[in-house]
């Protein structure tokens, strides 16, 4: 078995308690992972306090750091393999998806906030009272970040990159079920001259553990999570305790509304990667599908085709396109909406071990779970509608709000619905694209602030007003 340790001060570390990693397509541990508690959130807490109180990090310029952010990005993509298969022997990801998708965009993405931080601009304010004020952004300081596992390392690095690249110093604290990669990276930051203590990794699970050790820790400036909305709720709460600033990245259950004057084949296309990807482990997932009438038959009997043509299997194999969901606990909820579905399955159902098959469920009355609630796996429910005005009061009719879909060739409907969809990213003819300087994140239970570009600037500096007198 591989071992991955926490990285405190630059230290890898394997001397405490342990628990394994247990890859979903064997059913077998394949890695040995140290478990933190409250002892080692305190030293890991301690050490990216030192390292930013008394360090070099928040003090280098931004050309130093960013050198040292893309050097660690040169060691992600010559370590690509070593990363994606961590990745995807912890959480059943297909081997072509993290190599091919999550590890390049990882490595982009500390390059992005590296050049975003360098070449950031900042307001110079003319007063007429004689005076002029100015903006600086200062790092916040230690940011505890904390990340969910289904697609580990790529969003870790939406929360480390820009945290670091402003000149905060980081508590990484992975998934239970995901935490190889995180090892790696920490290992890799350490090789790029990174100084010891600015990117610590602690691993352990959430309540009473190293999870709530860090969201409970007065030391820390910055609480970012991804996760469920329940625990977004747990940890809003550990927060405002000592009044610490959190960004909340939560679930979703995205709509997707293909307008009779779509064009066909491009919205089968992107509405089958819209919910079938990482086998609809994904809050962006659009498990809510919704296309009108007069060409609901045709639509559906495409997409029920191509989902059927999915590759099932193994995800080492390069072919596999849907691999086992993430671990047995999620299996087990996932199992639970189909075996318990309203509505009638069209295709799809269990597979083998925990792989939950395509599943394409039609007549699901609105109000039921399986239309309202966040399935997180391969299943799609789809819903007829008449108008424009039925099919974006069904879009909003969700606790979450975090993205919607809309496919249609009228180039007016498109931007009229968008306005009108209650959700952070809105996505017209397309799914997934993403510029890193957009904001991203979700209206309602789907979370609180966004990241990306500026955002994450606001969120990971304390922006600071500084008015000079000019005298006559
Ligand atoms: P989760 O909430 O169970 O766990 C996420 C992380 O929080 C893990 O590291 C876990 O150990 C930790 N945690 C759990 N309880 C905690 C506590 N009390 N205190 C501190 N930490 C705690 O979520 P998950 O099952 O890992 O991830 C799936 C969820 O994440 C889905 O709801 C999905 O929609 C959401 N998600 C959202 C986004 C987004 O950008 N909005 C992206 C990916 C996933």
Same mark, same amino acid.
């Given at each position: ?10 230290? !890898? ?32 807490? *301690? ?8 360090? +070099?990090? +928040?003090?280098?310029?931004?050309? !130093? ?97 820009? *945290? ?53 820790? *007065? ?8 996760? !469920? ?19 909340? !990245? ?64 193994? +995800? ?61 796996? +391969? ?48 996505? *017209? ?44």
């Amino acid at each position: 078995m591989e071992s991955f340790g926490h990285v405190i001060d630059g230290e !890898e570390r394997m001397d405490g308690a342990s628990f394994v990693s247990v890859d979903p397509w064997t059913q077998q541990p394949w890695a040995d992972v140290a478990l933190g508690g409250a002892a080692e959130a305190d030293l890991a807490v *301690a050490a990216a306090r030192r390292a930013f109180d008394e360090g +070099p990090w +928040p003090r280098m310029g931004f050309a !130093e750091r960013g050198a040292l952010i893309h050097r660690l990005a040169d060691l992600i993509g010559e370590h690509a393999d070593e990363l994606a298969t961590a990745d995807s022997r912890d959480m059943g990801k297909p081997m072509s998806d993290a190599l091919g998708k999550d590890v390049p965009r990882t490595a982009q993405n500390f390059r992005f906030f590296a050049d975003h931080a360098r070449l950031a601009t900042a307001q110079t304010l003319p007063m007429d009272t004689g005076h002029h004020a100015y903006t600086r952004y200062e790092p916040a300081g230690v940011v505890a970040a904390i990340a969910p596992w289904n697609f580990p390392l790529m969003l870790e690095s939406w929360k480390v990159a820009p *945290a670091l690249a402003w000149g905060n110093t980081v508590v990484l604290k992975p998934a239970e079920d995901t935490p190889a990669s995180a090892t790696i990276l920490a290992r890799l930051a350490c090789e790029a001259g990174i100084p010891p203590g600015v990117l610590n990794v602690l691993h352990g699970y959430g309540p009473e553990s190293a999870g709530s050790a860090l969201t409970a820790d *007065a030391r820390v400036d910055r609480i970012t999570f991804t996760g !469920e909305s329940g625990t977004g709720r747990v940890i809003a709460a550990a927060a405002a305790r000592n009044l610490t600033p959190v960004s909340l !990245e939560l679930g979703g259950k995205g709509a997707n509304l293909v307008f009779a004057d779509a064009d066909l084949d491009d919205a089968v296309a992107w509405s089958i990667k819209a919910v079938f990807t990482n086998a609809g482990q994904v809050c962006l997932a659009g498990s809510r599908l919704y296309v009108e009438r007069p060409i609901l038959e045709e639509f559906l009997a495409r997409f029920v085709a191509a989902a059927e043509q999915l590759v099932i299997g193994d +995800p080492r194999d390069p072919a596999t396109q849907i691999g086992p969901l993430a671990s047995a606990t999620h299996h087990a909820k996932v199992r639970g909406y189909v075996e318990n579905s309203a509505g009638r399955i069209v295709t799809g159902g269990l597979g083998e071990g925990w792989v939950v098959r395509p599943t394409v469920v039609v007549d699901a009355p609105a109000d039921s779970a399986i239309v309202r609630e966040e399935v997180f796996g +391969p299943v799609v429910t789809v819903t007829p509608f008449d108008s424009e005005r039925e099919a974006v009061g069904a879009a909003n009719d969700s606790p979450y709000g975090l993205n919607a879909m809309v496919f249609t060739e009228n180039l007016s409907r498109a931007h009229r619905v968008a306005a009108q969809l209650r959700a952070g990213t809105v996505w *017209a003819n397309c799914f997934f694209i993403r510029d890193l300087r957009a904001p991203f994140g979700g209206f309602a239970d789907s979370g609180w602030g966004r990241e990306g570009g500026d955002f994450s600037r606001e969120f990971f500096t304390e922006p600071k007003a500084v008015v000079m007198a000019i005298r006559p």
